[in-house]
């Protein structure tokens, strides 16, 4: 069955904006589009507009844009990732099963024997969803796949690194240890110091990215800042 033209133009440009194949700021010509992905204008407005609705796209004068990478929203998607993954940890040391923490170990072990940005990214979010999915908490579970969308652009540009992605794996696999003993606050605290790590490498790749110049330069802005 064919792909609906409103969810491929949705899929393909979602995957182009998290990725930056689509940058940060850039303008979005509805013919340009048009020619890129096949559609006619219809699907493709409709895609932008539940594009924006996730705060990817934004409405400018002269049509569309991709968002900008704004500081202050990765700040607060880091505090708000924080709370809600620490909450489903603390479920998941009681109620992860063998099989899931034997997946869980897969995913890090698969991103140890590939080590590429792409993999880095893949896996360090499914990483993630797997995670909070062990708590069996829907909710829970539904809030850290939505920071985890929120973050792929920024986290796109740190896992470029091979020190950040193998930070990642080490921290990913002590998690994965202490849920498997069921020492809850030996997984809080290691969750916690993730997560700051993360932030704080999130927020310096931002910081690195803005002092740049040129055509390859990317549309960052902190909203927070006055």
């Known amino acids: 069955m064919d792909e609906p033209g409103e969810a491929r133009a949705y899929r393909q ?4 904006i998290l990725t930056l194949d689509l940058s940060p700021g850039e303008r979005l010509s509805e013919r340009a589009l048009e020619s890129r992905l096949g559609l006619s204008r219809t699907p493709i407005r409709a895609a932008l507009l539940r594009l924006g609705g996730e705060g990817l796209t934004v409405r ?3 049509g569309w ?3 900008s990478l704004d500081i202050a929203e990765v700040r607060a998607a880091m505090e708000y990732r924080e709370i809600v993954e620490v909450a489903a940890v603390r479920l998941a040391v ?3 099963s063998d099989p899931d923490l034997a997946a869980l170990q897969e995913l890090v072990d698969t991103h140890r ?3 590429d940005p792409e993999t880095g990214l893949r896996d360090g979010g499914d990483f993630h969803h797997a995670l909070a999915a062990t708590s069996g908490n829907a909710f829970l579970a ?3 796949a939505d920071t985890i969308t929120r973050l792929t652009r920024v986290r796109w540009l740190e896992v470029r690194s091979a020190a950040s992605r193998a930070h990642a794996r080490d921290e990913h696999a002590a998690i994965i240890d202490a849920v498997a003993h069921r020492d ?3 997984a809080v605290a290691l969750t916690l110091a993730h997560g700051r790590g993360t932030r704080d490498r999130l927020l310096a790749v931002l910081d690195e990215e ?3 110049r040129g055509i390859h330069s990317l549309a960052i802005v902190d909203s927070a800042a006055g």
């Open 60 to 62: 400018t004068e002269r």
């Open 184 to 186: 809850a606050d030996r």
């Open 94 to 96: 009681d109620r992860a």
């Open 113 to 115: 024997s590939h080590d």
């Open 210 to 212: 803005r002092g740049r």
């Open 13 to 16: 440009l979602r995957i182009a």
């Open 65 to 67: 844009a991709v968002a």
């Open 142 to 144: 539904a809030a850290v």
